[in-house]
């Protein structure tokens, strides 16, 4: 038990250090089930299948181990395909331990709906092992008997053995027969088989259905309710799962919301939405509608950030930075920053974690929604092996060029402070903040909300990736055509704020073929909506793009198109037709002696006024 308390403890600041004591301790004591299940547990956690032991016969036996431990137990032999030893495990301890929560909620761990599920028959016909719901004849009451093979029947749970008479009777009918449910003096009173379902699936649906009436002091713990429904795989109908599903759609779309309205940091956001930072950050680069908020975008900012990089001794990068870098897979360019780097032990376990959900090539299947219709999605085998060995480069990448750092320096401060900003920030962000609070140390983030944090709560310093590019760019280290190429890449990525220019617009129209609706040139083009942008430097900006494009884009109809969605980003400013007047007064001077191209330009804007029936003040 001491060796099980000092694991736990241990666990939050120093991973390495708890799984290597409980390797040793079961080196000397091999026999010990609940710290080989402890050890399992971070296994799965941390996404180490070696520190996993899954086979049934290396588990505890329920009674000598804490009910507390009931579920990782089936969610352990799960995690190595053991589905049918999880179930009939799991519902053991249900009738073992009928009045105990920790009991139906290993129940609900055997067969989550969003897990691979074991074989569970569907039968048509009552006998051992089935469900059987009836009503007696001229009632209306809806009782049910779980004919109990396996184990002694339990009255109160409304089981009965297969010899018991009204099992006999029972055996063989089905759904709409009617059957002698006890003998009378005068005339047997009969019942009639409304449903027939397996025996595990009535008992999870009987859990989900009186959760509130069995446990009213956990209100908080919501279980998937499910109904019983013929033909329905193993008897289970799911329906309340999937309205479960749309109130967690609803959910992610609020917690986006608040993302968006302010400055919470990114793990709030993923947790909300069941993912890590790693994974938010492609969503989020991936949604047109959404963007990375990663600075303020003012000078004192930025030039806060360039002297810290260049004062900085050692640079800490956090998931967030990762990420960014992994899309702009820029690996190679960390080695020639003059700082050396460092990661935490709790971030490379964060995308170890991920590695290990995808160590099988098996295919999966997720369900999402389009409109008001649900959709099965699958990833094929070969799109999960990618994804795996994507991650393992990203891990072999970081190992390459970083250090990885123990953060003893979070078991230091109050608790109540330290649970704070392991909620806002995960584990992993939290020991990156402390590592970044040392002297000549700086913080690499692009979370805006984690950078807040940091620097509030502790005096971090930090910067975002196009700084730190920046910082090489102008130290020499990095080409100016790579700077210029990952920032059209950021700004396509909605990276807020992302410095630009007329190169890095022009280097975004090049990458999409100059169309406007492709990535990354639709993203870069959104700069001239920005409200944060004066509006004199919105419109310098424009006409120097507008010279350029005029003057090395081909076709007519791609510079008209530009054109047309430059004025489009114009128009959602304050003030807009101020603006679009004041662009079309600059274009003849700005183009000088090249006459054609200024007539041209004049008379797609006059067109877009036109069709939006805009009149211009005389």
Known sequence: QLIGLEAGIREHYDIEGTIGLLQEYLSRAPDDRNIRLQLSVIGIQRGRPELVSSDPVSMPKPEDTPPENWMAIVLVMKSGGHLWEALKLAYRLLRLNFGKIEAHLAYFASLLPTDPLPGIPSPDAAGPGTAVAFTQEGGTQIDWYIIEEQYEPDLNLQEIGPAHPAAQQLAGKRAGDTFVLAEGSVIPQRAKILQIVSKYAYRYADCGQNWMRRFPDHPDVQPVRAALLAGAPGGIDFTEFFQSFDRI????????????????????????????????????????????????????????????????????????????????????????????????????????????????????????????????????????????????????????????????????????????????????????????????????????????????????????????????????????????????????????????????????????????????????????????????????????????????????????????????????????????????????????????RAAEITTVVHAWLAIRRIRLPT
């Open 249 to 596: 759609i609803a959910l992610h779309h609020e917690a986006l919301e608040a993302y968006r309205s302010q400055p919470i940091p990114i793990h709030i956001l993923a947790r909300a939405r069941g993912r890590n930072e790693l994974e938010e950050m492609r969503v989020l680069a991936a949604d047109d509608s959404s963007s990375v908020r990663c600075c303020l975008g003012n000078a004192e900012e930025r030039s806060a950030a360039l002297s810290a990089l260049k004062n900085a001794s050692i640079i800490v990068l956090d998931l967030t930075a990762i990420a960014t870098i992994s899309l702009l897979n820029a690996f190679d360019w960390l080695k020639h920053l003059g700082a050396r780097l460092v990661i935490s032990e709790m971030t490379v376990s964060a995308i170890q974690s991920l590695v290990e959900e995808y160590s099988t090539d098996r295919p999966r299947t997720g369900l999402g929604r389009e409109g008001h219709h649900y959709v099965w999605s699958e990833v094929t085998p070969e799109a999960v092996r990618a994804q795996r060995e994507y991650l393992e480069s990203v891990i072999d990448k970081l190992r390459s060029t970083c250090a990885t750092a123990p953060c003893p320096e979070l078991a230091g401060i109050a608790n109540e402070k330290r649970e704070f900003l392991m909620n806002a920030v995960g584990e992993h962000g939290a020991q990156s903040i402390m590592l970044a609070t040392a002297p000549e140390h700086v913080l690499w983030t692009d979370d805006f909300g984690m950078a807040l944090l940091a620097a509030h709560e502790f005096g971090v310093r930090r910067v975002w990736t196009q700084v730190a590019l920046q910082e090489r760019a102008e130290a020499g280290g990095l080409s100016a055509d790579f700077f210029t190429d990952a920032t059209a890449k950021l700004l396509g990525w909605r990276y807020y704020f992302t410095s630009t220019g007329v190169q890095s617009l022009a280097r975004a129209g090049e990458i999409a073929g100059c169309n406007p609706d492709r990535w990354p040139f639709k993203g870069a083009l959104g700069v001239f909506s920005d409200q944060a942008i004066l509006t004199r430097d919105v419109l310098s900006l424009a006409v120097s793009f507008i010279l350029h494009y005029a003057g090395e884009v081909v076709l007519p109809q791609l510079r008209e198109a530009v054109t047309v969605r430059i004025l489009d980003r114009l128009s959602g400013r304050q003030g807009a037709l101020v603006a679009v007047v004041a662009l079309l007064r600059a274009l003849p001077g700005a183009f000088g002696l090249n006459a054609l």
